[in-house]
């Protein structure tokens, strides 16, 4: 594909300043089964290349899924005229820095192909679950699903970029409703749809699977005649599971150069951070190290090289506290002067990159789990992402799990239910007091990032050990 591309490149003519050409082939398949029946046996196709053209400093863009020398050109052409356009109403020119020369290749870590298993044998399983969750009459409904994507991208420009990377995705998610009366509740594998990663089968059928179907049968039951959480303000523990969305919501958002530049003001789309509050904003405490890390094996958003063909690499974005860089591409980089990192990202062939989230991840401290917990007089430890609220500018949210326990003396108690917590984001990162130690590091991720006018819904990941929180507000209630 690389020489295809570099031979519809050579042949066409525009008189722009750059062009670049990004062709990318997915395929997917989505099973799932409820209740032992299967609901959905899907899989799907798609393949095109999006054309960028760069002319007087602005970049158009536009897309074609008719790979021929006549399907190219007409969208280059379509793409200089966009960009022509654009200059005369420019607000900031890009430069040919924006997007370099890079040669390279990135393939996932695979060990056991999608293939290995027909799609017969995935519904057994799926099938499977769904019947060893049920393990009482009090589970009134279990669900189970995989999603697999395989992803090819080619990346060629005029100034000699050429890129292939090819990625392996899966997701798995399983669930058991139990209901007693009027009570009600869901229990999930680590929340909806948690389970992503890069790799093949050996994230479905592990070594636990089903210790851990069966754990999560259980706690449905269990949280059926559990307290409901307490409203206070205590010492607040999140499992891993947890600090995915937390992580997700109150740091990799706001961080968006194009959000806080107003590009982008999308699904609470403004932030709390300002330009100026980069090298210089106590975002938390000394114990937070947040880093965009695309370089983490297996984990759902790695890669070598954004969709711009910029080179991926392990960064600080928060370090001892202190916000360093945005999550922001070459392009927003030169325009904010803010240090950004390799960001660029679209969901598909049809869609332009835009500054996404990657892997972002908090490093491990010192403790382990044990440690942590012994150390507690009074808190509540919390697990698996429910439900989430944030306003438009990521300062202010309000979070609720499936799951928790009392801490009680250094020990893990009683279990509740319908716990949530809530806070305001520097506040809550400044209470950080404890960060548990890379025994407890665990990485998720989810497929459904939203961002983007037309959308564009993409993979992020997110790593991280248990962490403590001081002085946080939680309460009961439903979600």
């Known amino acids: 594909m690389i020489s295809q591309l570099t031979q ?47 002319v007087k400093g602005q970049i158009g863009y536009a897309a074609t899924n008719l790979l021929t020398v006549e399907g190219i050109q007409a969208a280059a052409a379509q793409a ?59 589970i009134v409904q279990t669900s189970a699903t995989a999603l697999t994507t395989e992803t090819e991208t080619w ?44 790799g093949g089968l050996e994230y479905f059928i592990t070594p636990e699977l089903w210790q851990r179907v069966q754990q999560v049968g259980e706690q449905a039951i269990e949280l059926l005649n559990a307290e409901d959480c307490p409203s206070e303000t205590t010492t607040l523990v999140l499992a891993p599971d947890q600090m995915l969305l937390q992580i997700h919501e109150s740091v990799g958002h706001p961080l968006e150069l194009d959000r806080i530049l107003g590009d982008e003001r999308n699904y609470a789309g403004g932030s709390f951070v ?33 969709d711009t063909g910029a080179p991926a690499t392990r960064e600080y974005l928060i370090k001892d506290g202190i916000l360093q860089r945005g999550v922001g591409s070459l392009e927003s980089q030169a325009r904010t002067g803010v240090k950004g990192v390799a960001c660029a990202r679209a969901s598909s062939w049809n869609r332009p990159p835009i500054d996404r989230m990657a892997n972002l991840n908090l490093e491990p401290g010192t403790k382990s789990f044990e440690e942590i917990i ?60 404890e960060v548990g130690d890379r025994s407890t590091w665990q990485m998720y991720g989810t497929p459904m990032c939203g961002k983007g006018e037309p959308n564009q819904a993409i993979t992020v990941g997110h790593g991280s050990p248990v962490a403590v929180f001081a002085n946080i507000e939680v309460f009961g209630g439903g979600a």
Request: glycine share 6%; hydrophobic share 35%; proline share 4%.
């Open 8 to 54: 519809f490149l050579n042949a066409l003519e525009i008189p722009a300043d750059w062009i670049g050409l990004r062709a990318t082939k997915e395929s997917s398949t989505t099973r799932s089964v409820r209740d032992r029946v299967p609901e959905t046996n899907g899989s799907s196709l798609t393949q095109g290349v999006m054309v960028e053209v760069l």
């Open 80 to 138: 200089y005229r966009q960009a022509l356009a654009a200059s005369a109403w420019n607000i900031y020119s890009t430069s040919i820095e924006a997007r370099p020369k890079v040669v390279g290749q990135y393939v996932s870590p695979l060990l056991k192909p999608f293939d290995a298993l027909s799609p017969g044998e995935i519904n057994q399983i799926l099938t499977k679950i769904t019947e060893e969750l049920k393990i009482s009459d009090q």
């Open 155 to 198: 990346f060629v420009s005029t100034n000699g970029s050429e890129v292939y990377q090819h990625f392996f995705r899966i997701g798995t998610d399983y669930a058991a409703t139990a209901q007693e009366g009027s009570v009600v509740q869901r229990r999930t594998n680590n929340g909806w749809l948690a389970a992503c990663y890069q």
């Open 274 to 306: 300002k330009l100026q509050d980069f090298g210089n904003l106590v975002y938390g405490s000394p114990l937070m190290n947040i880093t965009f890390d695309p370089t983490v094996s297996g984990e759902f958003a790695s890669y070598s090289f954004d």
């Open 374 to 433: 012994a150390g507690i007089d009074r808190g509540i430890y919390m697990e698996s992402n429910r439900s989430w609220s944030i306003d438009d500018q990521r300062h202010k949210f309000q979070f609720s799990c499936e799951y928790a326990k009392r801490i009680e003396q250094g020990k893990l108690t009683t279990t509740l239910r319908n716990p949530n917590y809530r806070s305001i984001t520097p506040q809550f990162w400044g209470g950080l007091v």
